[in-house]
């Protein structure tokens, strides 16, 4: 591959990427090249080259402990819709460093939004898994007026009481996935539960938002640590057998979730159910589990790989083919979350410098995403979502996934 195309894929690609991975993409990228450097378009046809200053995209996302998956996943789904529309748009070219959020201690994603702000001259922040984390950066984003894009963290205060007009989440609120999943479950005849979560913001608030809506009996909550650093469960798992629930009601991810779901295999009762918001059992899970997936386990969530629509379709055939690997409700926050960047700088022609109308221009934001019709709600600065009711499945060609057996369309955050 010549200097020149690997300066332009590089540039492109806005990241280091593997060598293999980036001569398979240069070979792909040959012919875009070639129009490109003839003022044609790259991978958008017709659109011109960018002629504004470079829109640098600062993201901060875990590289390791229990949720570097996660953010492995949202990297990539933004690479993917970036590389969709040649990284560019409004007339500039789009740039994407990415920090490691670190796990455990909250002053470190403050300090990597500092750098990003102050050192890099972002001129966006995205990202953020954990939701103290999400609360940490919350101040200084606001006050430094640095538009900010979460991409997962769920901490309700974000739509709530700590609302920022800097700031929009474009995953969901810890609330979204679990209230409406209490009348689900007492319709289904559910009537002894117990709650097993991870022992912070986001666990607290699932289970605080399930109890908004189960009027059956909640024996137990069975709190692990987070992150559950021994990586044992057994204590946690007799709790709940020991409670003789119908089902649990879950909220776990990452690599707690595939040590938990590697132990209840053969030491939570048979007789128990697994429910849960479906982080528990979404597919970077179920990649990681295989046989331990508890099959029929009935969770909520924004997405599933098996919905059927075409923008899904797209998304999670090209993400496969391009990274090697399943897409999943992660990737797939990240894909739209590069979206809403890429039409809010078409919308202000690229002009950012007004910072209210670029905040108006990303709230009016709206398209036909892979988990279905992606908007704000203006209340809540929040994603409005369908939540699909999930089931476990073996399916014949995809493995371990989860099917769609419902839909509860319209979940807005209450925002207060
Ligand atoms: C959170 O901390 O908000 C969170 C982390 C992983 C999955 C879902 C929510």
């Known amino acids: 591959m010549s200097e020149k195309l690997e300066s332009y894929l590089s540039a492109t690609v806005g990241r280091e ?12 990228a040959a012919g875009a090249f070639a129009l490109a450097a003839c003022g ?51 007339g500039r070219r789009i740039v994407v460093s990415n920090e490691d959020e670190a796990a455990g201690d909250p002053s470190i994603p403050l300090a990597k939004a500092r750098k990003l702000v102050e050192q890099d001259s972002v001129d ?35 739509s709530r009481s700590q609302k920022s007009p800097f700031i929009y989440r474009t995953s969901f609120s810890n609330w979204q996935p679990s209230q409406p999943m209490g009348r689900y479950l007492v319709d289904k005849g559910i009537n002894k539960l117990v709650l097993v979560y991870s022992n912070y913001a986001a666990g607290a608030e699932t ?55 590697k132990q209840a295999k053969t030491q939570l009762d048979k007789s128990i159910k697994v429910t849960g ?39 999670t055939t090209r993400f496969k083919s391009r990274f090697g690997k399943t897409a999943d409700v992660f990737a797939m926050q990240g894909y739209d979350t590069a979206r809403v960047i890429v039409e809010a700088l078409n919308a202000v022609k690229g002009k950012t410098d007004d910072k209210a109308a670029f905040m108006k221009a990303i709230a009016q934001v709206s398209f036909k995403s892979p988990r279905g019709d992606f908007r704000f709600d203006a209340n809540s600065n929040n994603v409005i979502n369908t939540v699909y009711v999930r089931e476990l499945i073996r399916d014949p060609k995809l493995g371990y996934t989860n099917k769609v057996i419902s839909s509860l369309p319209n979940v807005v955050d209450p925002g207060k």
């Open 40 to 90: 044609g378009g790259t991978a958008s046809p017709g659109a011109s080259a960018p002629t504004g200053p470079d829109f640098k995209v600062g993201g901060i996302l875990p590289t390791s402990g229990t949720y570097a998956e996660l953010g492995d996943s949202i990297r990539k789904g933004m690479q993917l819709y970036f590389d969709k529309v040649g990284s560019q748009a409004g």
């Open 277 to 315: 918001s479906g982080f528990f059992v979404e597919q970077d899970v179920l990649g990681a589990i295989a046989d331990a997936a508890p099959v029929g386990a009935v969770t909520g969530l924004h997405w599933a790989l098996t919905l059927d629509n075409k923008e899904n379709q797209e998304f």
């Open 207 to 261: 289970a605080a938002a399930i109890k908004e809506t189960y009027s059956g009996q909640i024996l137990a909550e069975v709190k692990p640590p987070f992150p559950n650093t021994s990586g044992d469960f057994a204590a946690f798992i007799t709790q709940v057998n020991n409670a003789r629930p119908e089902a649990i009601y879950v909220f776990m991810s990452g690599q707690d979730a595939i040590a938990l779901l």
């Open 124 to 158: 966006l922040i995205t990202g953020i898994i954990a939701s103290p984390n999400a609360l940490a950066i919350r101040n200084y984003v606001d006050q430094n007026k640095v538009p900010t894009l979460i991409s997962n963290a769920g901490v309700n205060a974000l």
């Open 17 to 28: 990427l593997p060598r293999r991975e980036f001569l398979r993409l240069g070979a792909t």
